[in-house]
């Protein structure tokens, strides 16, 4: 059975910093490239970063550029992503997602609420 399982979601302040975890398991996960995604009522769901298989290779949502990094272990299954200088902006339900051609599959979010 796939699982993505995120965690690491909580209530901070403006210029906190936080880290989420994603943990796969039911699938080779050293296969899926990997992504972190966002939502917000007001707004669909947005890639804020991914990774590639090997984690040579990341990008990031402009919003988010030399605050977030995304990272992988293949070894442990897991996926990262650390957050640096919080903004209210950034509040949301974030998703790990993983992806292999048109195979996707997602998590059931954890919530980053940035406020005073």
């Known amino acids: 059975q796939v699982q993505l399982e995120e965690s690491g979601g909580g209530l901070v302040q403006p210029g906190d910093s936080l880290r989420l975890s994603c943990a796969a398991s039911?699938?080779?996960?050293?296969?899926?490239?990997m992504g972190w995604y966002r939502q917000t009522p007001e707004k669909e769901r947005e890639l804020v970063a991914g990774?590639?298989?090997?984690?040579?290779?990341?990008a990031y949502a402009d919003s988010v550029k030399g605050r977030f990094t995304i990272s992988r272990d293949n070894a442990k299954n897991t996926l990262t992503l650390q957050m640096h200088s919080l903004k209210p902006d950034d509040t949301a339900v974030y998703y790990c997602?993983?992806?292999?051609?048109?195979?996707?599959?997602w998590g059931k979010g954890t919530l980053v609420a940035v406020s005073s």
């Open positions: 997602n993983a992806n292999y051609y048109d195979m996707d599959y």
């Open positions: 039911g699938f080779a996960f050293h296969l899926y490239a």
């Open positions: 990774i590639s298989i090997s984690g040579d290779t990341t």
